[in-house]
């Protein structure tokens, strides 16, 4: 118990802080799941205290009543009569009798046993007074037992009741110097126990069913409340980064511009001298060109032009393009459509397609496939490269993050980006066999949608 304590203690500190080595949604599991099953124990304890109050309370009625009864005993010839005469005890004692040594009913009144079982004894436990207290769950009573084998010195009869009188029957069965097994039996009514009873029963499952729905609602609004301020933190990034690409693209351009044309003219005068630093200065204002072109992609609008699209052809071109070949499997579907920007689509397997080629596996290892499942088009692209670290798999999506010398690190951001604008979904995994495998879903278009 308390390792699982240290344990949702360290989740719930995690959560707080925001630590991305938790996954949020098993973090706050953990920590739902703690406070539902503390929040039911505190429940508990507290039905619980309720319940041990009643049974208290019910005792101590137990012993009062016996006590009234014997005190009452004096004044009547007759147990029977002693019981009526007073409402209190009329009320709650359903039925009083005595047993003999040999179980058979000696005296009774009200509803009881003819003879008395002593096998409902057997699992029940015992005060050190010899009292036995038996819920009756049916009958909603509380059977009152005691064991009474007597030894006080006799008591003189009075010389106006002759032996046989009920009066003398009574103090001759209680008070007889000879030992044996005698048992009273009183079947007393215990409404505000059993009411408590009830009332714990029916509303302990209740409390426990209402916590855990409260709960599972707390959790559903707290990671609502961070995917919004995931969302607007997001959204900040956006601004930030359109402030910024603007800007860069605005003081880079002309500058690369020149550039180019300084080398170009380094070419003609120069034509034998220096071709590999010019090749070299060529080759990094490409990447910087290309660097602002993405930076540009990713801060368009998302949607675009939307147009129905053949998956099949489209993924074929652009691999026959960046790979030389067809890299679909010979049996995968190729009538799936989608509804999609072009533009916004080809950047998607473009990126992915690079980073597979980039991947440091074999080019004739990538292959594709496109299947339908519940109304979707899953497009998956593997490869056989190094993979990617499991601490990097986290933050492959997020913009500028590569583990790639040359790499850019917003392909994937832009791709996610555009998938998710059409109500799709992409994930990278590590393959068990070696190399890593992208999974886009798109929502498969229909003539229903047009």
């Known amino acids: ?112 046993p003819l003879v008395f079982d002593e096998s409902i004894l057997d699992n029940q436990q015992r005060s050190r007074f010899g009292r036995y207290t038996i819920p009756d769950t049916k009958g909603h009573r509380v059977t009152f037992i005691l064991y009474a084998p007597m030894h006080p010195p006799p008591q003189p009869r009075r010389e106006a009741e002759p032996p046989g009188t009920r009066r003398y029957m009574m103090q001759d069965l209680f008070m007889h110097p000879r030992s044996g097994r005698r048992y009273i039996y009183i079947d007393i009514i215990h409404p505000a126990y059993w ?30 409340n961070r995917e919004y301020r995931n969302r607007i933190e997001a959204q900040k990034n956006l601004v930030m980064l359109g402030t910024a690409a603007s800007t860069l693209a605005h003081e880079i351009k002309n500058p690369l511009l020149s550039i180019r044309l300084q080398t170009g003219i380094l070419r003609k005068l120069f034509p034998d001298k220096g071709q590999e630093e010019v090749i070299i200065i060529d080759e990094e204002v490409e990447r910087l060109s290309a660097l602002i072109y993405r930076v540009n992609d990713y801060l368009r609008e998302a949607q675009g032009h939307r147009l129905p699209l053949n998956s099949y052809a489209m993924l074929a071109e652009i691999s026959q393009r960046l790979c030389s070949r067809n890299i679909l499997q010979a049996k995968t579907l190729k009538t799936g459509m989608i509804h999609m920007d072009p533009h916004r689509a080809r950047s998607v397997f473009e990126n992915i397609l690079r980073n597979a080629l980039e991947s440091g596996g074999p080019p004739e290892a990538i292959s594709a496939s496109i299947t339908r499942n519940n109304g979707a088009l899953v497009i998956r692209i593997s490869d056989r490269g190094r993979g990617i670290r499991e601490e990097d798999l986290k933050r492959v999506f997020d913009p500028f993050f590569t583990s790639k010398s040359t790499g850019t690190g917003i392909g994937l951001s832009i791709s996610k980006r555009f998938v998710e604008a059409v109500q799709g979904a992409i994930t990278v995994e590590n393959q068990v066999t070696g190399g890593t495998l992208v999974t886009v879903m798109l929502p498969e278009y229909t003539t229903a949608h047009g």
Request: aromatic share 12%; hydrophobic share 45%.
């Open 195 to 224: 009411r408590v009873q009830t009332f714990t029963t029916v509303l302990f499952p209740l409390c426990c069913f209402g916590i855990l729905g409260l709960v599972v609602y707390i959790r559903h609004l707290y990671l609502r």
């Open 1 to 112: 118990m308390i390792p699982a304590l240290h344990q949702c203690l360290r989740m719930s500190r995690a959560l707080l802080k925001g630590d991305s080595s938790i996954p949020l949604r098993t973090a706050s599991g953990i920590v739902a799941v703690f406070c539902w099953f503390f929040c039911s124990a505190l429940t508990g304890f507290v039905m619980g205290g309720m319940r041990d109050r009643a049974r208290l309370i019910r005792d101590n009625d137990n012993e009062q009543i016996l006590s009234t009864l014997f005190a009452s005993f004096r004044d009547y010839a007759d147990l029977g009569a002693a019981i009526e005469s007073n409402p209190v005890l009329k009320e709650q004692i359903a039925g009083f009798a005595l047993y003999g040594p040999d179980l058979s009913l000696v005296y009774h009144w009200g509803t009881v």
